[in-house]
Structure formats: structure tokens, C-alpha cells
């Protein structure tokens, strides 16, 4: 057996196009992201057949990069790893066909991954120390998880949202104070310029094991707060509605994490998805994971947001413990973390 592993990570469960070539699951040879951000942007968020189109245009293009990058063919590549859930289902039957086509013509092995389980991987590009058992909290548009990573491919959850996730709360308070689509990165960049402590937004406790997360009555109270403004003929002050709803998001998240790290006995803890690029979130995850002696990972912001390298990588993990996946691999829209193995 060669010695070094080859993974083609392929993505396309929400509005990012990706293609990437990992080695041995941990260093990214290429990256390649077509964003359709800008064409969602025009009606506000992502619309499901638009992204599916674009996926379909994109991919080839998207792929021929990837490989081009890496300097490398698909003579190269050792497996082909897919994301066949959770997402948007005609966007993810693009990236599964494109790739089951690729492994059936050329006699690839197929691995489909878990897009979840891709946002914990994204850790392991960069700190290349970093080994299970560590807790990580995946923030993201779709989900908020808190779960103790076991071994590779091997998860328990500890908590997750009861309506709304991390990301979809963000987005949401993003657009009623006019900010538009994607209303993350917006809030998180008005708010640099709001005082976190001018409006006292709830911070919800939910369920007995105190790991489940609720941001759905944090977000109603904004709206609550930007009506009775309204109502009374008050100026908003956007900034400061930004900070103070983003402070009560990062309150909770660390509350919560940090305690199931010490709950668990572990001193590792790992952020992902989306919402783990937020700069005040980061910042607050040091501060304290510093104080309380805990080792804290986080990936780059771009391997936070949507990207291939991170199926590669959890591509990589799945392929070396043998998993495989059949030509009937199909797209799960509603695929749950630690499903399928
Ligand atoms: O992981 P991701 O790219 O896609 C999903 O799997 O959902 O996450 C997208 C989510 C969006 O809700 C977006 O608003 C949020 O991540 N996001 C952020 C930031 N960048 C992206 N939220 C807060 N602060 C950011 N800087
Ligand atoms: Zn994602």
C-alpha cells in the first residue's frame, strides 16, 4: 500500500460549491469554494433551486481546480468522499451524483460523510496535535450540537437546540434590523461598534441536563424590542442592538460548552461550523477556556464556513476504519450527527 493517503472532498449541501484534495486527512493540497452567496443575497437567503443550478454549473469547473491545485490527477486520488446530509436535498443530490459518477467510472472507492461530522474535522487541518476525545460545539446555520467527539467518526451528544439553530438566529435578527443576507458576518461586524451590555436580551435555560440550547425566544425578544422602538418612535440603535443580541448568544454557548468539558473531565474543546468564525465568539472562547486551563481549538474562518477539505478530511478518517458507501448512496436532507456508521 502507498503511503500516503489521497482524499477528493466534494460539497454541495447549501450554497457553496467545494472541491479540495486532503493527504492523510490532515494537509490540504487545494480548497476550492464557488460562494453563491452574492445570487442569494438578491432575495435574502438561500433559495433551494437557485443553489441546486448553480451546484450543477459549478461542480466540473469546481473539481478540475481542485485537482489542478494539487497538482495532481485523479490517478492520484485514493477515495472519493462526498456530503450526502444533512442539507438542502436537491443541492446534495448534486454533489452525490457528481460523485458517485466519478467513483463508478474511474473505480473509486466512495466514502459519503456526514456534513456535520466534516465541520468537527475542519479542526484537524490545522492542529495537526489535536486527537479525540475533546468536546466540540458545532455552531452552524442548520445546527447547534454540543457533543464529546470519542474517537474519530465516534460522537456523543450532549445537548443540541430545541428550535432555532445558532446561525438561523443570527441570520434572523440580521434581516429584522435590515442587514441582510448572511446576516452572521453582518452582525458580527455592526457590532463592534454596539455596547453588549445596552439591552438586556434573555439568556434561555432549557431541559434538565442544562446542554440543550433555545434561540428562538431570544430572537422573539429582539423583535419585541425593535416594535416597542417603533411603537414609541424611537430611534434603533443598531449597533447596540447587534452587540447586546450577540452577547447573549456567546453567554449561553460558552456557558454551556464549558461546562460539558469539565462535566466530562476532558481538557480539550473544539469549536466548528459557521457561527465559529464570529470574532466575539472566538475572543470569549479563549478568554475563558485560558482561565479555566482548557486547550482551545478553533479552525480558520474560512475552514469554519461551508468548505471540501473538511468532507476530505472526515472522508479520510471513515476510509481508513473501512467504511464504504454503495452506488445506492443516496442524499439524507435530515441526516443526524454519529448516523450511518
Ligand atoms: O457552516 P455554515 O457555512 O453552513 C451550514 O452548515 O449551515 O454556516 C453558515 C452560518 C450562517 O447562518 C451564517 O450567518 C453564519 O454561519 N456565520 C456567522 C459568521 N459567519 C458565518 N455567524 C456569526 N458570525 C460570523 N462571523
Ligand atoms: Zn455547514
Redesign the pocket.
Known sequence: MKEDILVLGIES??D?TAAAVVKNGREVLSNVISSQIELHTLYGGVVPEIASRKHIEKINQVTEAALAEANCTMDDIDAIAVTYGP?LVGALLVGVSFAKSLAFALDKPLVGVN?IEG?IAANYIEAKELEPPFVCLI?????THLAVVEDYGKYKILGCTRDD????A??KV?RAIGLGY????K??ALAKEGDPEAIAFPRAKVGENGYDFSFSGLKSAVLNYLNSCEMKNEEVDRANVAASFQKAVVDVLVEHALTGVEQYGLHKFAIA???A???A?RKAFEEECAKRNIDFYRPS?IL???NAAMIASAGYYDYIAGHRSGWDLNAIPNLKLGDGK
Open positions: 449541501s447549501c457553496e442539507g456534513h465541520h455552531v452552524s446555520g442548520g445546527h439553530a445558532a446561525g438561523e443570527y441570520d440580521a448572511p446576516g452572521g458576518p452582525i458580527d461550523g459557521g457561527v468564525s464570529n470574532s465568539l474562518p469554519c464556513t461551508d
